[in-house]
């Protein structure tokens, strides 16, 4: 049985699992203490739990514990890891290099960085989504104290050659920031072995609550200073004040314990059921466009085009289906993703495009009904499109 609608929109969020939820229950009623409050058994209960949480998160990712902060969100762990790192290291440069394809949390703290005097480089990508790495190596100076690239993309999947950019930042004596938000769960993570030296992550891309993020700040070869952007009581070792969100934090290492185990099964998964949906797309519409890498990419991501019918016209034919055509954080802009201009689309591939986000709770039958009403609906809209019979004119 289908329930409707169904849901596409995993990039976006992710319904809690009952396995995070059942470990955070606890936390909210009788281990509810604060973790600062060290005077009495309930404050050393729930601190045990946050370092426990801390522990097996550090762990998933190959870093010590003392490397993470709890944050609100993966867009505060991007805030503190950015301005962190420019206030605390301007003596030694001003340069920071992104991509133009970045998060809008990245993309707006650096726009940010410029009007207090830092210079910015925006480097462009290729038409897959693709950073160019000699680009890069072209662009980092005397000057550069950051690199700040994502790990995976959240509207086209397409996922960065983290390890080559983390190996040339550490040979050229740079910071290498990457948000890795939607890979996290997706994809395995060593930041020592990849030579990160700051990563953004959450809980609510992975099935577990909103709210709580982390970020992970390298403490040794090199050790990375950054300045606290929230003034407090100098919580997280003095990286971010604010009374700890524990049933979050807890929610959070349950969500990544979950998603490890689960992974090699979930991406296997996920990208039959995916590349399915590609296939079927192809085969049955003329004029659609894959946009981002097949190649390299997360194996829940479809971003589509299917020319001569608007984006969200689509959408709004398809209210069965929850859908999206951009960023969750962006969804206020009637303009074309930033995202997708920087991949140099011409118009009619801009306007078309949609996002399929499969997760964890995506079945076989729903991938089948997204397939069939898509079908439908753009088959529907391009014959009443007079731009579209005009076209098929021409090609007869």
């Given at each position: 049985m289908i329930h409707k609608p169904v849901y596409m929109d995993y990039h976006a969020t992710t319904p809690v699992d009952k396995r995070v939820l059942d470990a955070m229950l606890p936390y909210f009623t009788e281990r509810f203490g604060n973790p600062a409050s060290r005077q009495y058994s309930i404050g050393w209960i729930a601190e045990e739990g946050v370092e426990q949480a801390r522990g097996a998160i550090a762990?998933?990712?190959?870093?010590?514990s003392k490397e993470i902060v709890f944050t609100s969100s993966s867009t505060e762990s991007n805030n503190l890891a950015i301005k962190g790192v420019a206030e605390a290291w301007r003596q030694k440069g001003n340069h920071i290099i992104t991509l133009q394809t970045e998060h809008k949390s990245v993309l707006d703290v650096c726009k940010r960085l410029e009007k207090s005097g830092f210079q910015v480089t925006y480097l462009p990508v290729k038409e897959d989504g693709m950073l160019d790495l000699q680009r890069l190596?072209?662009?980092?100076?005397?000057?550069?104290?950051?690199?700040?690239?994502?790990?995976?993309?959240?509207?086209i999947g397409t996922i960065q050659p983290i390890s080559e950019i983390g190996k040339m930042c550490k040979e050229k004596g740079v910071f290498f920031h990457t948000d890795a938000t939607q890979a996290i769960g997706y994809l395995p993570i060593d930041v020592q072995a990849s030579n990160i030296d700051l990563m953004s992550f959450n809980a609510h891309k992975i099935y577990g609550p909103k709210g709580v993020g982390a970020l992970f700040v390298r403490q040794s070869n090199p050790k990375v200073k950054i300045s606290m952007q929230m003034d407090g009581g100098g919580h997280e070792r003095g990286m971010r004040s604010g009374t700890l969100n524990v049933p979050g934090i807890i929610g959070l290492?349950?969500?990544?314990?979950?998603?490890?185990?689960?992974?090699e099964l979930e991406v296997k998964r996920l990208?039959?059921?995916?590349?399915?949906?590609?296939?079927?797309?192809?085969?049955?519409l003329e004029d659609v466009f894959l946009n981002g890498s097949m190649a390299n990419r997360l194996p829940h991501n479809l971003n589509m085009s299917f020319l001569h019918v608007d984006?969200?016209?689509?959408?709004?034919?398809?209210?069965?289906?929850?859908?999206?055509?951009?960023?969750?954080?962006?969804?206020?802009?009637?303009?074309?993703?930033?995202?997708?201009?920087?991949?140099?689309?011409?118009?009619?591939?801009?306007?078309?495009?949609?996002?399929?986000?499969?997760?964890?709770?995506?079945?076989?039958?729903?991938?089948?009904?997204?397939?069939?009403?898509?079908?439908?609906?753009?088959?529907?809209l391009r014959k009443l499109s007079p731009y579209y019979q005009k076209e098929l004119e021409y090609a007869h």
């Open positions: 762990k998933t990712i190959a870093a010590a190596y072209d662009a980092i100076t005397s000057e550069t104290i950051l690199v700040s690239i994502l790990y995976a993309n959240n509207e290492a349950k969500a990544l314990q979950v998603a490890s185990e689960l992974r990208s039959k059921l995916r590349d399915e949906m590609y296939k079927s797309f192809c085969s049955e984006s969200t016209t689509l959408m709004m034919s398809l209210k069965d289906i929850a859908l999206s055509n951009g960023s969750a954080c962006s969804t206020a802009d009637p303009e074309p993703s930033h995202v997708l201009k920087a991949l140099r689309l011409h118009s009619d591939r801009l306007h078309s495009a949609i996002r399929f986000g499969l997760g964890r709770f995506t079945t076989e039958d729903e991938a089948k009904y997204v397939i069939t009403r898509v079908i439908e609906e753009v088959t529907k």
